[in-house]
């Protein structure tokens, strides 16, 4: 299934009525100056938004996973996007998340973030996870060192060349393909 349910969180296929709500937290100031987001292009408007939604769903056919579109349950608010990222000459399956700066501090990056490791290992398409992180993004670090991810080594951003930690998990031996 495609979509994931957590006690508090829907994680579906993005909309593009989600492309409003993705646009505001790619825009935040604060989100910006974490670099919680590697950017492709400045922020823009609500049509770089749209395109972006349909690039995560052109990313879900061409390799069978991608990102989520983050609801919460209580609010049906889209809250956020957490999910996987690999485009060609990117150095692994990136997971990566971003949440609304008004519902952070609620624990919704790390349990979508293990929800989409949990989802990953029921698949047969990933055996290797990583995120890039700016190594002064320390919400980030927590959240990816609290899924399980350890620090593999220091990079740089395939895209805009900026040092980047990668954070790195293994499918477990327990998930391991038959």
């Known amino acids: 299934m495609v979509t994931v349910e957590t006690p508090r969180l829907l994680l579906r296929l993005p909309e593009a009525s989600d492309a409003e709500p993705f646009m505001e937290m790619h825009q935040d100031p604060e989100v910006l100056e974490l670099k919680q987001?590697?950017?492709?292009?400045?922020?823009?408007?609500?049509d770089l938004a749209l395109r972006n939604?349909?690039?995560?769903?052109?990313?879900?056919?061409?390799?069978g996973y991608g990102q989520w579109a983050v609801a919460e349950k209580a609010t049906s608010?889209?809250?956020?996007?957490?999910?996987f990222f690999h485009p060609e000459g990117w150095p692994g399956i990136d997971?990566?998340?971003?949440?609304?700066?008004?519902?952070?501090?609620?624990?919704?990056a790390t349990e979508a973030a293990q929800a989409?490791?949990?989802?990953?290992?029921?698949t047969d398409k990933i055996d290797h996870i990583i995120s890039l992180i700016?190594?002064?993004?320390l919400r980030s670090i927590r959240v990816a060192t609290k899924i399980g991810e350890q620090f593999e080594r220091a990079d740089v951003d395939p895209i805009n060349?900026?040092?980047?930690h990668v954070y790195g998990i293994q499918r477990p031996t327990c998930h391991a393909h038959t």
Not at 53 to 63: A, G, I, N, P
Not at 95 to 108: A, E, K
């Open 37 to 46: 987001v590697t950017l492709t292009q400045p922020p823009g408007g609500i």
């Open 53 to 63: 939604v349909e690039r995560m769903l052109r990313h879900w056919e061409v390799r």
């Open 77 to 83: 608010e889209v809250v956020g996007c957490v999910g």
């Open 95 to 108: 997971l990566g998340w971003i949440i609304h700066r008004s519902r952070w501090r609620n624990g919704f």
């Open 116 to 122: 989409a490791v949990h989802w990953a290992w029921q």
């Open 134 to 137: 700016s190594p002064d993004d």
């Open 161 to 164: 060349g900026e040092k980047v």
